[in-house]
């Protein structure tokens, strides 16, 4: 579980500098989020310092060996920097799309759609507006066993998707963002891998001068129809989500035949064991096959004629360790 704050990440420089052998990048500490963790989350027990024993090492050797690791640092992209398993990676700067890319051919949703950077998140949309023409944003880094946080504020209507293990043809695990009537947020689908699909109950909206003001739950299904390991109610998902706000999901992702499991503002939401799971679509060592144990992180504009013109979805702090 998780507080799931959407408070800035910040560092204390003296904490910081209490640190025997903290090595100093450009004269600044090392980001918040890899020293101490998010706000208001655990706070990792690898961190890891640059330190060596007085008696081996001089201080000139400590100060060139400082530099380098400077140098070396500074020249790897976003979310690259120190990264080691257990400490907490920022994905996304705020500011630019640097370490993404969209996917580089047409898929079934598109060439890609449109994403920019608009007041701190990552926004997507068709493009043109109303087209059908979508696509997908992708990580440049890959990831196997890890977690990852991440806020979303979504108009009404897009249907999206939160992809993991993907790869450039938009094949993955995908957690269904689908932020529509008869939609689901948070159980798991088979994106181009057989398209089997976890969602124990669908979502269905109320809108009032054009803008949502309510979300209703139904059409539940049972446990060997779904064949999740653990599911949430639908009153559960409906008391945890935020109407017109920022929601943080998290996602845990782990082992050989994926053993997924997500959370919306701290609510668990759907556990999913890619060993055992169940559906005339799923076939584990097919899927294994395709995306092998690694692939990108994504977000994901929808193709087709269902996405309301003008309609966009909207990501930000963005951040995974590796486990």
Known sequence: MFPGSNKDLGFSSSKCSQALGCVIFGGHCPPAQVLYGV??????????FMHYKSHLVSRRRFLMDTVAATATTASLPLGQALAVKGEWINLFDGKTLEGWHRNPQRIGHGTGGKWYVEDGAIVGEQDPPGSGNGGILLSDRKFGDFEVKIDMNHDWGPCSGFFLRANDKGQCFQVMVDFHDAGNVGHIYGEGTGGFNSRAFDIN?????????????????????????????PEEWIKAWRIAKWNTLMVRCIGKYPHITSWLNGQKICEFDGATFKHPNYDREKVRSTLGEKGSIAVQVHGGGGWPKGAKVRWRNILVREL
């Open 39 to 48: 706000t208001g989350w655990p706070v990792s027990n690898n961190i890891k």
């Open 205 to 233: 909206g109320q809108v009032k001068d054009g803008k949502l003001v309510a979300i209703t739950g139904d059409n539940i299904r049972k446990p060997e129809e779904h064949g999740c390991v653990y599911t949430c109610t």
